[in-house]
């Protein structure tokens, strides 16, 4: 008898206990009050991992993970119940290499952190944890979500020559909303560029690749008004997913000063192909075009550096520049240019091949 007495006393505590934690939750809703993330390369394998930390003033389940690759990539946490505390921001940068964003979205009582991606991780590229509270070292509940990209696509990059086979990713720069630069009787850049493109898709698909445009249309390839970022990781995540073995960005160039003119290549030196494919292209856009050499150069542009595979970005000349305007109008000269793309891309596809084919 005295212990049931003692069994019933220690479930009416645990009751009230439990009774009181509940009203508590109700009226101070667990709430996200600091979000963290930091890059750790492991020393062993050279791997990047993108750890993101809520810190929160509360316990929490393990929030379920969603995978999609729609509209752009991204994994989303879902946060039921949960509050965004004060000074804690809707969206926040990450190191931009494995995640771009993560992005704070409430509907009705649930919150949801977006984390939005260069590419679509796979189920054992991430992983979703809780910290407990630790008061010693003033640490408070932790929400952890960590990122590996397993794949590495960099390393494993194997050429072979000739066209037949090779998914090629095209990306007619601009669209839409974006016109690009305007020529000085209204050429605007985007009507070039798509045009450029789709002629190269189909000498491309003549000679038996498979080809992945960004655009078919005159379109923004993300949405309307987009950020740039948005915009442009839309586009590298069209090629990243496609795995596409080669991307070839087509521009035009523009400046303030009306006798610029000329034809110029940029890569990101990520793999030593970017750098072939550039001046492959070079090479033969000077030979079809007969413009100034403006050269092949590094730059920091997005769609070269966030693209897995080796990539260049072509400026066929300036639209800015009213003889070159004319010639980018005319379809004889976006026909010689989309050819010297198709022939440019031949020959990294060759000089890559007898490089070895492995970096
Ligand atoms: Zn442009």
Do not use: W
């Not at 390393?155 to 720069?173: C, E, N, Q, W, Y």
């Not at 496609?242 to 890569?267: E, L, P």
């Not at 072939?276 to 769609?303: I, K, P, S």
Request: hydrophobic residues 45%.
């Amino acid at each position: 008898m005295r212990r049931i007495v003692r069994f019933l006393c220690l479930f009416l505590l645990l009751l009230c206990f439990s009774a009181a934690s509940v009203a508590e939750a109700a009226s101070q809703a667990t709430q996200v009050q600091g979000v963290k993330s930091h890059v750790h390369t492991d020393a062993v394998t050279g791997a990047a991992k993108l750890r993101l930390v809520l810190d929160l003033n509360g316990p929490l389940t393990v929030p379920e993970a969603a995978v999609s690759a729609t509209p752009l990539p991204n994994l989303t946490l879902s946060l039921p119940g949960v509050k965004l505390g004060k000074g804690v921001k809707a969206s926040y940068q990450l190191d931009g290499k494995i995640a771009n964003t993560a992005v704070f979205k409430r509907s009705g009582s649930d919150l949801a952190l977006t984390v939005n991606l260069p590419g679509v991780v796979q189920a054992g590229d991430y992983k979703v944890f809780t910290l407990p509270a630790d008061d010693k070292a003033g640490r408070p509940f932790r929400v952890v979500l960590d990122i590996q990209l397993s794949s590495a696509p960099l390393t494993k990059l194997k050429f072979s020559a000739g066209l037949k086979g090779k998914v090629v990713a095209i990306d007619p720069g601009h669209g839409g909303s974006d016109s690009g630069a305007l020529g000085p009787s209204g050429l605007k850049e985007k009507d070039v560029t798509l045009a450029v493109a789709m002629r190269t898709k189909a000498l491309l698909e003549k000679s038996g690749a498979r080809v992945i445009m960004t655009r078919m249309t005159d379109k923004d390839v993300f949405g309307p008004n987009a950020s740039n970022v948005e915009e442009l990781s839309a586009r590298t995540a069209v090629a990243n997913n496609a795995k596409a073995d080669a991307f070839v960005s087509i521009h035009n160039d523009s400046f303030s000063s009306a006798t610029a003119s000329g034809t110029s290549s940029f890569y990101y030196e990520k793999t030593k192909y970017d750098g072939m494919l550039a001046d492959c292209l070079q090479e033969q856009l000077l030979n079809a075009g007969g413009r100034n050499d403006r050269g092949a150069n590094t730059a920091n542009f997005y769609v070269i550096k966030r693209t897995v595979m080796p990539a260049a970005l072509v400026e066929l000349a300036f639209i800015s520049n009213s003889e070159e305007e004319r010639l980018l109008a005319s379809p004889t000269f976006q026909q010689k240019m989309a050819n010297a793309i198709v022939m440019g891309l031949d020959s990294f596809f060759r000089k890559a091949a007898a490089s070895g084919g492995v970096q």
